[in-house]
Each structure stands twice: as C-alpha cells, then as structure tokens.
C-alpha cells in the first residue's frame, strides 16, 4: 500500500516539474525574441534593411526565429514607424509571436 501512494505522490511530481520546465522554456524563448527584435531594430537603423531568419540554440533546442519588418513614413523624411515582428515555434509545436513597435528619425 505504502508502495502504492509513493507512486502517486512521485507521479504528480513528475508532472509539476514538467510543466514548470515547459513554463521556463517559454519564458527563455519569449526573451529570446524579445533579443532578435531589439536586434532588428538596430539592424535597420544602421542598414535600413531587417528581414531575417535567425537560429538560435536554447536548452539543446535549435529555435528558428522569423522576423517581419515594417515601415509606414508618418512624416515624410522625418519619422518612419517600425513594427517587427518575430515568429516561433516552440517544442511542442505551438506558434507564438512578439511584435514590437518603435519610431526611428
């Protein structure tokens, strides 16, 4: 019997501590495209050009992170609004995406 409830008891651990570790993993893909966009948003502000696929390695998980950039001229010549965009797929094979959004003279 003993036997018994150590198994239950080890089983829900076993399941807290995976969906704590899908929770974290998550999280570090979400900063990770958090990461990609600022970096983007440098790109274009030095180049002038932002549509990328970048790879990056999380946990032993290779991640493709697919950007979309932007622009809509406010006032001509002056200020153009970036929106980027980054895209993922996590492990589990749900979609997800940050968007970002910053002015630029």
């Known amino acids: 019997m003993a036997l018994v409830i150590m198994a239950i008891i080890l089983l829900g651990n076993m399941a807290a501590l995976s969906l704590s570790y899908r929770r974290n993993l998550q999280n570090i893909l979400r900063d990770e495209a958090v990461k990609v966009a600022q970096e983007e948003m440098e790109r274009y502000r030095d180049s ?33 609004e970036l929106r980027v965009t ?20």
Do not use: K
């Open 86 to 105: 980054v895209s993922w797929q996590d492990p589990e094979g749900q979609n997800h995406s940050f968007r970002m959004v910053s002015y630029v003279q």
């Open 48 to 80: 002038g050009t932002c549509d990328a696929s970048v790879s990056r390695q999380i946990r032993n998980y290779q991640c493709t992170f697919n950007v979309n950039c932007a622009t809509d001229s406010l006032l001509p010549g002056r200020i153009t």
